[in-house]
């Protein structure tokens, strides 16, 4: 009778722990449950900028947090993602406060382009001549004199992600060919230095007080590369001679059908998108400034 009582309650005792296992009372698969309750992280719109687990944006410049040499930035290879950029509040010719990179060049923003949401308009043949500023997934931006709150990224449409100020998407000018260079500056009454919230550099003026101007002349109607650019005082010689079929200018500037300013001349402002509107197609051989 022992015996048969006690096998009576091994087989209640195994019956129930069978059970509690089957209801998931185990502490294990509470945690796990717990686990399974929280929310998951939000996604990102894909029409807002990406979100700010893209990138790490750390106070200071590379150099005060030790980048390596040779990378980045420093690397100078504007269009490519890069492991980290830096973003400078600055002064750069007649422009102040403007942001740089940390090279030192000039960054811009396109009026072409919107804020919010974030999104970036230039691409193909403007991306060559206006390099956009992009990080590489992951990477680090060093931010100096410019708010951690207005500063992010955008997914432009060929994937990469490009550095946003205050929203907007920022460019390098493929025609700055030295650091505090701001031949950008007004090119086509849409393209402006951006300051460190995001405004428009110099005011959006296209010739500020004191700066230098600029023209940027392009082998095919309304703007298409192969582009040269020139910029500073005096009369200059275009790099290829009667190549322009359009020009954009910041400020006025007279060109002429001969080298060294001689020949036909004509003062210009602003776009010009076939210069057989006003004569001189495939004519320009110098530029004056000033």
């Avoid at 001549?129 to 708010?147: E, M, N, Q």
């Avoid at 296209?206 to 392009?218: D, I, W």
């Amino acid at each position: 009778m022992k015996i048969q009582r006690l096998g009576t309650i091994a087989a209640v005792t195994t019956a129930a722990a069978l059970l509690l296992t089957a209801c998931g009372g185990g502490t294990e698969d509470k945690a796990t449950d717990k686990a399974a309750d929280k929310p998951a992280a939000s996604g990102t719109s894909s029409a807002a900028p990406a979100a700010s687990s893209e990138f790490t944006s750390l106070s200071g410049t590379a150099k005060q947090n030790k980048a390596q040499p040779k990378t980045g930035d420093w690397a100078n290879s504007p269009g490519k993602p890069q492991k980290w950029v830096q973003l400078s509040a600055a002064s750069a010719g007649a422009l102040s406060p403007v942001v740089v990179n940390g090279a030192g060049f000039t960054l811009y923003r396109f009026d072409n382009d919107t804020a919010n949401p974030s999104k970036a308009t230039c691409n193909g043949a403007c991306a060559t001549t206006w390099p956009p500023v992009v990080v590489a997934p992951g990477g680090r931006i060093f931010i100096d004199g410019v708010k951690k709150s207005d500063v992010g990224v955008v997914k432009r449409d060929d994937g990469k992600l490009q550095v946003t100020v205050g929203g907007w998407p920022v460019y390098r000018f493929n025609k700055d060919l030295r650091p505090g260079d701001t031949n950008g500056q007004g090119v086509g009454g849409t393209w402006f230095g951006v300051t460190p919230d995001g405004k428009k550099a110099g005011g959006g003026a296209s010739a500020p007080a004191g700066g230098k101007s600029s023209v940027t002349l392009s082998d095919e109607k309304n703007f298409g590369d192969p582009s040269e650019g020139l910029a500073g005082t005096g009369c200059q010689n275009v790099g290829r001679d009667d190549s322009a079929s359009s020009l954009q200018a910041s400020g006025t500037v007279k060109i002429w059908t001969e080298r060294d300013c001689k020949g036909t001349s004509k003062s210009v402002s602003g776009n010009i998108a076939d210069l057989a509107s006003i004569g001189f197609d495939n004519a320009i051989s110098s530029v004056r400034f000033g």
